[in-house]
Structures are given as structure tokens and as C-alpha cells.
């Protein structure tokens, strides 16, 4: 007996592993070589494609697809139906499996609803990603962008407010009260 659940119409391939706690949904596919960590949440009709990599408490929502080359560090938010790209000129007769990029989504990010994330690109620590986003180049920690293509319009703390920094340099998450620091176009929690 596994010490995950996977809904009867999802299909794993061998050689995944996936960590106690982790539900995976109706339809879900994990292609081979999967790595996927504890309590994470597999919405459904999602895509896990072969060698992906997934953090513990990963929330993955419904229609996503993740392709190779993929990383997604610990308590990521994956919305629904956002997209993954992992090649960046493809042509349906041309087989550029060798030219696949990385991407890697760090500790604590979330990216919105129907955004799409072009290969190569990192999304830093606790950044945000608006929902329909198309993000073309790498985000930094902390960083809130949004439209397409994506802009930076501010800051976030890892609670996902908005950051408001005052004449030093220093802002308060109004809901755990954890202080921030904006100092080189970089944002540190104290």
C-alpha cells in the first residue's frame, strides 16, 4: 500500500517517486522518472512529464501541464491551466529534445491562472506571477510582475501582500508583521 493517494483514473508511470501525503487527482498523468515530494496536491486533468522534479506541499491546480526540464522547489503554487514551455523555437518537424531549457520555480513562489512561464526563465523565492502573465525573462525573490508581457509592478512578502516601503528602505507584511528590506533593487527579509 502506497502512502500517497491517486484517484483511480490517474495513471503513474514506473519509476516515479512520490512522497507520503500527496494526492493526485482524476486523469492525472506522471510520466516516468517523476520526482515528487511529500503533501503536494495534484489537481486534475495535470501533465507531469518525464524527469520533473516537485518539492514538498507543491499545490499544482487543475489543467496544468509541467514539462522536462521543470523544477519546482517547496510550497510552489502552481494556478490552473498556467503553462510551462521547455523549448524555445518549436517546430512539429523538427525533434529538438536535446535543446531543452530549465526552468526552476524556488521555494515559496506562486504563479497565476493561465500564465505561461517561457523556458529558461527562474522564478525566484516567494515571487508572484499574475494571473495570464507571460514571463520572458528571469524574476527576482519577492518580485510581483503581471501582463504580457510581464512587467514588475512591486513587491510581495511571503504571505503574498503587497510591500509598501517607506523612506529607509523598509516595509511590513500586514498579516505577519515580518519586515522587509529594499535595498539595490533587492528585496531581504530582515
Given at each position: 500500500?502506497?502512502?500517497?493517494?491517486?484517484?483511480?483514473?490517474a495513471v503513474i508511470d514506473k519509476g516515479s517517486v512520490i512522497g507520503a501525503g500527496?494526492?493526485?487527482?482524476h486523469f492525472s498523468h506522471i510520466?516516468?522518472?517523476?520526482?515528487?515530494?511529500?503533501?503536494?496536491?495534484?489537481?486534475?486533468?495535470?501533465?507531469?512529464s518525464p524527469d520533473v522534479v516537485l518539492g514538498n506541499n507543491v499545490k499544482v491546480q487543475n489543467n496544468v501541464s509541467i514539462y522536462t526540464g521543470v523544477i519546482c522547489?517547496?510550497?510552489v503554487f502552481l494556478g490552473p491551466s498556467m503553462v510551462f514551455t521547455n523549448v524555445i523555437n518549436?517546430?512539429?518537424?523538427?525533434?529538438?529534445?536535446?535543446?531543452?531549457?530549465?526552468?526552476r520555480v524556488k521555494k515559496g513562489a506562486s504563479?497565476?491562472?493561465?500564465?505561461?512561464?517561457?523556458?529558461?526563465?527562474?522564478?525566484?523565492?516567494?515571487?508572484?506571477?499574475?494571473?495570464?502573465?507571460?514571463?520572458?525573462k528571469e524574476i527576482p525573490a519577492?518580485?510581483?510582475?503581471?501582463?504580457?508581457?510581464?512587467?514588475?509592478?512591486g513587491w510581495v512578502s511571503e504571505y503574498g501582500h503587497r510591500l509598501n516601503f517607506?523612506?529607509?528602505?523598509?516595509?511590513?507584511?500586514?498579516?505577519?508583521?515580518?519586515?522587509?528590506?529594499?535595498?539595490?533593487?533587492?528585496?531581504?527579509q530582515l
Open positions: 500500500m502506497s502512502d500517497y493517494f491517486s484517484h483511480e483514473t500527496t494526492k493526485i487527482w510520466m516516468p522518472n517523476c520526482k515528487i515530494g511529500e503533501k503536494c496536491n495534484i489537481g486534475q486533468n495535470v501533465v507531469i522547489e517547496d510550497d518549436p517546430r512539429s518537424a523538427i525533434i529538438r529534445k536535446e535543446e531543452y531549457l530549465k526552468t504563479i497565476g491562472a493561465n500564465a505561461t512561464i517561457v523556458c529558461g526563465n527562474d522564478i525566484g523565492e516567494y515571487a508572484f506571477i499574475g494571473a495570464g502573465a507571460v514571463v520572458t519577492y518580485s510581483l510582475w503581471v501582463g504580457n508581457p510581464a512587467k514588475q509592478i517607506n523612506e529607509n528602505g523598509i516595509a511590513v507584511c500586514p498579516e505577519s508583521n515580518q519586515e522587509y528590506k529594499l535595498e539595490n533593487n533587492q528585496v531581504n
